[in-house]
């Protein structure tokens, strides 16, 4: 389905899409139905995003479904996406990494740079709109041996076994906390591995304070249910407020300690027990994936799991004119949510009316969505399970102790000055898995995604840029 | 459930069903590993067991895919030669060479 932009590079399509998750595939398709010329760019191969993730035509999955909920949301909107390709009215860009976007002067059209396919080469579209659909990454929180292999994110395992149906291990702990973790752990039993169990660091309890946001959203119960009788049939047992507060081993894991927390996941003293496994799935919940949106300047706001979201309005306007967002970048909110939002931004960009059922969807689901993400923020008491040479910042090696010095002795207040002092948050991943913990360890609130890039660029495309570009 | 009343463990193939359209091979540190079209380098490393390809600089620990989606470059690994490259991403191709990169990547340039 692979289509080059057949115009000239300088004539502007009525709407570019970066991501093509839920999200920015379902805003493509609608947008196209109303009669928008779209060009849809995504670093991945395939359409789908992490939700959809799935075999390459060439690994002949007879079943991809087997992997996913809602498999026929995702069909349908991949048959459309072919038929708005052949027609000539969605330009579909796989395998284009965007890495910047930056508005002509007078602000009527945009030009989005991007990194295409594995050589990297320099590729650059211009629309008049432009919707950000970039999703999130995992929120790690680090614990001693977390950088050994075997272990792993839980959505990364997810990912993984989707994408190229492999698994870590053959005996699986996933652990951390969110709704994601039951995912995983069903879909990792499903296929093969042994889940002994699935830690949680949240007490589900925290759900019994939203009881009107659950009941309106039977589907998502459903779905729970889905996956909590999965985990039964394949013996995973749930164990709430606990963590995983280190993974033993030399060259690989051989087991995780767990242990009890307290209401602020402090571990708790005398309750550690030790469980053998070849692999580590480990995930606390999304983080937003905003460098693209902060850099064009696009207004952020907390949200209740203590990431950062975009500031969007009921249409899914950034406060940035001329550019929408939807699905996880306005807050983590599952796949369901994403493709509402999607629709009601190609509503709001072709300049029709929003459909009230696409209005109420997104009403009930954010609700839901605000639920949870409370019920999982991390509690305070996670650093407790740190030691002095637990490297925080896998890239750049830094452990907790030299972050710690950072704040005690030299008087760091906040992660900016901490990343100076010590390179945590300074190597390849930019913070992206260092930076909530970083940010923790500061005792400040976690920072929007500030990047200037949002991948590695080649020098020689820098270099490329016209001059009188910022 | 004990190990013998489950019986044959399961595999993600059976889980999804079908057969892959090629099985080739893919060299990695001069061992040859089974490889499917559309499987990323990661994934063919997965399959063969392979948890780590990578060392780090400082402390030549062994790494391998962490994050699973490209944003945690803990996968790097140097392909036909080109370093730094993200094999969750990377798609695996017949005749690729695959090598453990040590450190940067870049230390036969001695910077
Ligand atoms: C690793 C992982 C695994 C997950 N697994 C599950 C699961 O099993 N079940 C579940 O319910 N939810 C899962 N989720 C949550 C799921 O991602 C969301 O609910 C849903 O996919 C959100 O849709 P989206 O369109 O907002 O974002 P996504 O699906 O994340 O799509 C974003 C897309 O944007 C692309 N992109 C990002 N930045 C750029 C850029 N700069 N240039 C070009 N393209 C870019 C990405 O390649 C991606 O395809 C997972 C999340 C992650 C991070
Ligand atoms: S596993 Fe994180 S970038 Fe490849």
């Known amino acids: 389905m692979t289509t080059s932009p057949s115009d000239s590079p300088s004539a502007a399509a009525d709407l570019a899409v970066v991501g093509a998750g839920p999200a920015g595939l379902a805003a493509a398709v609608t947008a196209a139905g109303l009669g928008l010329r779209v060009i849809l760019l995504d670093a991945g191969e395939r359409p789908g995003g992490q939700y959809y993730r799935h075999p390459a035509p060439g690994l002949g999955a007879a079943r991809p479904e087997a992997l996913h909920h809602g498999w026929s949301a995702f069909a349908s909107r991949e048959a459309a996406l072919r038929a708005h390709a052949s027609a000539g009215r969605i330009t579909y860009l796989p395998y284009h990494h965007v890495w910047t976007v930056i508005p002509d002067p007078d602000g009527a059209a945009w030009t989005l740079h991007a990194v295409a396919g594995a050589d990297e080469a320099p590729a650059t579209v211009r629309a008049r709109a432009v919707l950000l659909a970039t999703g999130a990454y995992e929120r790690q929180l680090p614990f001693p041996g977390w950088t050994l292999p075997g272990v792993v994110g839980a959505g990364g395992a997810q990912a993984m076994l989707k994408g190229g149906l492999v698994l870590p291990g053959s005996r699986v702990v996933v ?146 004119p001329g550019v929408w967002s939807a699905g996880e970048t306005g807050g983590i909110g599952g796949a369901q949510l994403a493709l509402a939002e999607g629709e009601i931004a190609a509503h709001s960009v072709a300049g029709r009316p929003v459909p009230a059922r696409l209005v109420r969807t997104r009403t009930r689901l954010r609700a839901f969505a605000a639920a949870m993400a409370g019920a999982h923020r991390p509690g305070s008491g996670w650093t407790g399970w740190l030691r002095e040479d637990t490297d925080v910042c896998r890239c750049e090696e830094v452990p907790a102790g030299r972050i710690r010095e950072a704040v005690e002795d030299l008087g760091a207040r906040d992660a900016r000055t901490v990343k100076l002092l010590t390179r945590a948050g300074m190597g390849w991943c930019q913070g992206r898995m260092c930076g909530p913990a970083v940010a923790a360890l500061a005792g400040t609130d976690p920072a929007p995604d500030r990047r200037p890039l949002s991948c590695p660029v080649p020098l020689r495309h820098l270099a490329e840029l016209p001059a009188e570009l910022p | ?72 470059y803990d996968c790097l690994v140097t392909v036909n030669g080109r370093p730094n490259q993200r094999a969750c991403l990377v798609p695996a191709r017949p005749g690729d060479h695959v090598t453990t990169q040590e450190g940067t990547g870049h230390d036969d340039l001695a910077v």
């Open chain 1, 175 to 320: 652990a951390g906390s969110g709704p994601l973790l039951l995912a995983v752990a069903g879909s990792l039993a499903s296929a093969g591995a042994r889940v002994p169990v699935v830690v949680e660091a949240a007490a589900y309890s925290g759900y019994a304070h939203h009881v009107p946001a659950l009941l309106r959203n039977p589907g998502k119960l459903a779905e729970g249910a889905t996956y909590g009788g999965a985990l039964l049939r394949h013996g995973v047992r749930l164990l709430t407020r606990h963590a995983v507060t280190e993974a033993h081993g030399t060259d690989r894991v051989e087991a995780v300690t767990v242990a009890r927390l307290d209401r602020d996941w402090r571990p708790v003293p005398g309750t550690a027990r030790r469980i053998p496994c070849d692999a580590v799935a480990v995930g606390h919940g999304l983080v937003p994936q905003l460098e693209l949106a902060t850099g064009l300047g696009c207004a952020t706001r907390p949200s209740p799991d203590a990431t950062v979201a975009l500031e969007l309005d009921a249409e899914q306007r950034t406060s940035v």
């Open chain 2, 1 to 72: 459930m004990s190990e013998a009343t489950r019986g044959r463990r399961r595999s993600p193939r059976d889980l999804v069903g079908g057969t892959p359209a090629e099985t080739w091979s893919l060299r990695f540190d001069g061992r040859e590993l089974p490889a499917q079209t559309g499987q990323s380098i990661a994934a063919v490393l997965w399959s063969a067991g392979i948890l780590a390809w990578r060392t780090t600089r400082d402390t030549a620990a062994p790494r391998g895919a962490f994050c699973g989606i490209g944003s945690c």
